[in-house]
Every structure is written in structure tokens, then in C-alpha cells.
């Protein structure tokens, strides 16, 4: 079950605020602390990915995004916009380098169409540390 | 904090200092700035990341199209970059390969 | 339409998670600056409220909170617990603390139960300054 | 921040220093170290709150509560806060009138 879920309108205002919430969530849930730069950076990754997406296609549908915590810390954000036609060069840049970045930083990576309707998941695992209840 | 520019000029490069987060919401502040400069008639622009806490790959393309945008209009571009944390995500991208890193801004300047 | 949704388990440790989101959302919203400490404290107040409200009862199921910005900066905070039986002498003044505190604290605040179902809505508004768009 | 708990002797009180955040989350930890200095025998207990970034209902309660305590041990009880933003809280509440307030660990400590 998702701790936190958390929905946001498609603006970059608010993809600082995610990452926030990511951050502090990893904190609680026992993510080690010299992975939380990279925890901070993979969710805004992600989320900065999906609102691109919903502003490209002029979708005001939110994005979602889940944390939870228990064995792993999990986060998934879920977009809801269709593959775009064709992007101009410097979309094309941006999607690769983010793309890109998202791989080379998380190792429990996975992105994938979502099972029905448009749009796609990305989910992200992290390690926790046992902590003394 | 969000994003702070500010701009000296140092042995005839001018410096634009860049502090706080650039991300998805902020590059656009950083891309007008730096087409700003080259547009100006500068002629060597230095992007310092010295007091940048976070930076996302919408930062990564910011730089990456003033360093095209630089060799069109002929002026030079360099990025100062002495952070770990930072100049990883220009190593995982292959960035680092692409753009010139300075690691400091003495060593910019002075290029 | 709100611009930020949040549901978190209702366990204390994510209260200080939704004031960071209330304040991040408030100040992109054009809340002023010396009322984010009113806005910090009101949010945890009614999470800090809603949160107690399931504990006490054992109840799962998650907090809810909606933060739209708009002609004002309104906060809707929603707890699905009936009202308890009774209460011992800590746990009532708690209550009452909190009550006193959040009709101190905000001008424009609202406490009703819900039109369907057990559980209560707090909602909070504040002016938020024109912004050059 | 989260909630920070230190204490020191100043004139035969034990000064309680609490820093950063007392919340809903925090504040039972608040409750059971001022518990463990009444029970302990601890005849005079001040709360020094000037390093408090944030306090919510839970840590009113939790002064209240110690207030209490306090009597029903025979201890004497005080807590200090000189920050506006606090205060303002203690006012709202009508707790400014039930608590024993002090602006320093100085007034507290001679009082
Ligand atoms: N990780 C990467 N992801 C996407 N594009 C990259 C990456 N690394 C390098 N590039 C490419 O490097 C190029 C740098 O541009 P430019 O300097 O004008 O070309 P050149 O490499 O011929 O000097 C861009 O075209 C950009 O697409
Ligand atoms: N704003 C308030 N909300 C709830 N209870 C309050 C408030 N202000 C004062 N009180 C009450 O003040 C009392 C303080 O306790 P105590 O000092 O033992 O009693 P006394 O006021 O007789 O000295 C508590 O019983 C508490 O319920």
C-alpha cells in the first residue's frame, strides 16, 4: 500500500515540491542518506519527464505519483499522454538526457506503457535500511 | 532556494553566476539569460555552477543549447563545475565530453 | 480544480511532510511571505487532527488533502472517522488545544462533517497577492 | 529539522534545551524525557524552547501536561520562550495564562 500519493497539475512549479515530498518520504522510510541526492534527482527526473509530456500534447490531467515504503522505498509516477508525433531538436535533446540520466542514476529502474488507456510508468526502488521499531 | 543569476565580468569574460536550483521550472530563466549575453555581442560568456545545489536534465540541455547557440554567433562557452555531486550527472550523460567543464572560474577565464 | 492532491497513511511522521507541501504549494500560489508561518502551522494543525481522529479509532484508511490556488489559496483537509465515544482528560485537551488554535490562527476557516460517510473536512483559505503572469 | 533534546544544570535547575520541531511526530519524545526528569526526583525543571523552529498543538499539550505533573510531584516547572512566533500560539490558546512563562533561561532559573 502507498504511503504517500500525491497528484499534481501538469506544471514544473510543482515538480520541486514533488521532489520535496520524495525526499522526505526516503527519509522516514530509511533510504540511506547518501542516496537521497540521487533519490532527489531521479524523482524529479521522472516527474519533470511527465509534465513535459502532458504540456506537449496540452493535457491538463494530473500526474500521480506514489510512494511506498517497506522492503524497498518505491516511487511510481504515472503520466496519462499518448506517444507524441514528432519532437523539434532540442525536445529530442532533452527527452534523451533525461532518459538517459534516469538510467544511468537508478539502477531499479522500469519504464513502460501503462497497461490500459495512454500514458506511461516509471517506477524507481531503493534499498532501506532495517530500522528498530 | 530558487534560481539566482548575477553577472561580473572577469579578464575579459563575463561570468554569469548561477546559484541555486535549476530545473524544469527554472531553466527557462537560465536559456533567456544566456541567449541574452550571446545575443548582446558577448564574446565569451562563463556559465559558473559554483553555488547551483540542484541541477535536472532540463538544466543539462539549457547548457548545451547556449554552447550550440555560442558557436553560432562565434563567442566562446565554458561551464564552471567543481562539484562531485554535480559533475556526475554531466558524466552519466556524457555531457562531460560535450560541453567545456572548467573547474574553476580562473581556469575559464584564463583558457 | 486542485492544483495538488495528497493521501498519506495517518501515521504522525508524514504530518511534517504535508506542511512542507502546504508552504511550497502557498508560496507558488502568491500567499505572502509573513503568512506561510500561519499557513505551516494550520496545515499541520488539521493534519495533526485528522491523523489523531483515525488513530484513535484504528482506522487505515488515508488522510486526504487538496490545495488549490485560485483567487485564493484554499486547503481542504478530509478524515474519514465517526466521532469517538469518549475521550480521556490528555486527549480531550489536545483536542480542544487544537480547535482553539486553528479558529485563532485562520480567519477563513470552515470544520463540517462530511455530506457522505463518517469523517469531517477542514477548510482553510487565504488571500494570495496578484501576480504578473 | 527534527526535534533536538539537551540538558544542563543552571543554578540547581535542569534546563531542558529543545530544538527544532515539535509535532504531532515528535512531541511524545518531548513528553517522556520531561516525564524521566520529574520522576527522576528532579525538583526544578525548565524548558528552554529558544531553539524551537516549530511547535504545534501536541507540544502545548505536552507542556500542559508536564505543568501538571510537576504539581502532583511537588516540582517546580517553567518554560522559557522569547520567540513572537511562539508565543503567539501560547496566546491564542490561553495557555500564556496556565503555563509559567519566562523570556530567558536567566528569569527562569531565578524565579
Ligand atoms: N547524453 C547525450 N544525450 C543526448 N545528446 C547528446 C548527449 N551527449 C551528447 N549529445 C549531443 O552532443 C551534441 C553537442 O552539440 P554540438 O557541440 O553542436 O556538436 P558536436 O558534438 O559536433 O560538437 C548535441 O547534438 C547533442 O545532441
Ligand atoms: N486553551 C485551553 N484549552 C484547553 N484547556 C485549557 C486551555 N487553557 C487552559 N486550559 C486548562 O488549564 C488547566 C491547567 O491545569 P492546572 O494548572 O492543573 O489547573 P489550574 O488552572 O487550576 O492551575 C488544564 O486543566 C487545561 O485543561
Known amino acids: 500500500m502507498a504511503t504517500v500519493r500525491l497528484e499534481f497539475s501538469p506544471e514544473p512549479a510543482h515538480v520541486r515540491t514533488v521532489r520535496l515530498v520524495g525526499v522526505a518520504v526516503a527519509r522516514r522510510a530509511g533510504v540511506a ?9 531521479a524523482i524529479g527526473e521522472a516527474c519533470a519527464r511527465a509534465v513535459a509530456r502532458h504540456q506537449r500534447l496540452g493535457i491538463r490531467d494530473a500526474v500521480q505519483v506514489a510512494f511506498s515504503d517497506g522492503d524497498r522505498y518505491l516511487v511510481k509516477v504515472t503520466d496519462k499522454a499518448p506517444e507524441p508525433e514528432q519532437l523539434d531538436g532540442e525536445e529530442q535533446l532533452t527527452v534523451d538526457v533525461s532518459v538517459t540520466l534516469l538510467q544511468g542514476l537508478v539502477k531499479d529502474l522500469q519504464m513502460m506503457p501503462l497497461s490500459s488507456g495512454s500514458g506511461t510508468e516509471v517506477r524507481m526502488g531503493w534499498p532501506v535500511k532495517r530500522r528498530s521499531r | 532556494m530558487e534560481l539566482s543569476l548575477a553577472t561580473r565580468v572577469v579578464s575579459a569574460h563575463t561570468v554569469l553566476e548561477v546559484g541555486g536550483e535549476v530545473d524544469v521550472y527554472t531553466a527557462p530563466k537560465l ?11 558577448i564574446g565569451a560568456v562563463v556559465v559558473d555552477l559554483g ?6 536534465s532540463t538544466g543539462l540541455g539549457v547548457l548545451v543549447g547556449g554552447f550550440r547557440k555560442s558557436r553560432t554567433v562565434g563567442a566562446s562557452f565554458g561551464v564552471v563545475c567543481g562539484k562531485e555531486s554535480l559533475l556526475k550527472i554531466f558524466r552519466i550523460t556524457g555531457l562531460d565530453q560535450v560541453l567545456p567543464l572548467y573547474q574553476s572560474v580562473d581556469a575559464a577565464t584564463t583558457a
Open chain 1, 33 to 41: 542518506d547518501d542516496q537521497l541526492d540521487e533519490v532527489r534527482l
Open chain 2, 31 to 41: 536559456r533567456e539569460r544566456i541567449s541574452e549575453l550571446l545575443e548582446g555581442g
Open chain 2, 51 to 56: 553555488k547551483v545545489d540542484f541541477m535536472d
